[in-house]
């Protein structure tokens, strides 16, 4: 029976407030700083991800949890807007939404988040008809949910059982211990770390980027690992594959990471071979930081096809349907 979905993305959705650019530390005291921008978007590793992956042609639902407040209604309705199903999104009336407010400086940011309704999400929340009907299922932001994550191996085992393939992106641990992966890596066909996250998920005495992929892909999955304006690689447990970084004029990079999982995916799911994908995420991660916040400038299948093309790589699609 074809499957209703391309993609199930479960995990994390919360409003953005991006402040930036700051040309100093943040001053407290009272002080009163102010910034060129300010942008208020969907966020989440997870809806990021969704979003992008749906510009990108996929039929796409999304699983969580968000409050029954304006800003849950406005994740839901923001989701909705853009195609995505949100059946599996749980209005939660005794939790708020969660919030992250972005500080910018140069290439880098600050994150604050206030976690809401992120500690409660769990494995129930994800209906098991959206695994069923998915031939794909993501998930986002690890460390963030740690109900959800000690359930994860289960739903991600769910999923493969259905026929459906799997990818993960930890994102940032808070706690800085990066522990208690091992159950779900098991599980897990695609990991999406960026950098930061591979070496410390590949744990001390790793010396590089490179070795840490040849490290976590011994554990299991496809090893896929993003860096920044440097391109992107992956390890599949044999061999190393590399893309460079496509040169753009940087707006904003917040979301570029999840814009580049939604590529990856996208491309593997429409049968193209590992490092067809790679270049083809390392585009749709770099058009994404052409506007402010995550969702803004993401980039349709055609537009990505067309930027391999300028720099001599051209994509064509295989005839493997994305809708």
């Known amino acids: 029976m074809p499957h209703q979905y391309d993609l199930l993305v479960v995990g994390d959705a919360n409003p953005d407030v991006i402040l930036g650019p700051l040309d100093g530390p943040l001053a407290f005291g009272q002080r009163e700083q102010l910034v060129e921008s300010g942008s208020f978007t969907i966020g989440g590793s997870a809806a990021i991800m969704a979003c992008g992956a749906a510009r990108l042609g996929l039929r796409v639902a999304f699983a969580g ?3 029954d407040d304006e800003a849950g209604r406005y ?3 923001t989701l909705a807007a853009r195609g995505i199903a949100t059946g599996g999104l749980h209005m939660d009336p005794g939790r708020p939404t969660p919030l992250t407010v972005v500080l ?3 290439d ?5 988040t ?3 309704t992120l500690t409660a999400v769990r494995g129930a929340d994800v209906p098991g008809e959206l695994l069923a009907a998915s031939r794909h299922v993501h998930t986002a932001s690890y460390f963030l949910q740690p109900r959800l994550a000690a359930d994860l191996p ?7 059982a259905h026929g459906a393939t799997t990818s993960l992106d930890t994102q940032d641990d808070p706690s ?3 522990q208690g992966l091992d159950a779900v890596l098991a599980e897990t066909d695609i990991l999406l770390p960026n950098a930061r996250e591979a070496l410390r998920l590949a744990g001390p005495g790793v010396p590089g980027v490179r070795e840490a992929a040849e490290h976590l892909a011994a554990r299991g999955p496809l090893t896929v690992v993003k860096n920044g304006a440097d391109g992107a690689l992956c390890h599949d447990g044999l061999a190393l594959l590399t893309a460079p970084g496509l040169p753009v004029e940087v707006v ?3 979301g570029a990471g999840d814009s580049f999982d939604a590529g990856f995916v996208a491309a593997t799911l429409d049968g193209r071979p590992p490092y067809e994908a790679l270049r083809f995420a390392v585009v749709c991660g770099a058009l994404s930081t052409r506007a402010a916040g995550g969702t803004t400038a993401q980039a349709t299948w055609d537009e990505a096809v067309t930027h391999l093309t300028r720099t001599g790589h051209p994509l064509t699609r295989t005839g493997a349907p994305l809708v």
């Open 65 to 67: 949890r968000v409050g």
């Open 75 to 77: 994740l839901r309705d």
């Open 108 to 112: 880098d940011r600050a994150v604050l």
């Open 104 to 106: 910018t400086r140069g």
């Open 114 to 116: 206030s976690p809401g």
């Open 252 to 254: 904003d990079t917040v």
């Open 176 to 178: 800085d211990r990066w």
């Open 154 to 160: 289960a739903v991600l085992r769910t999923a493969r």
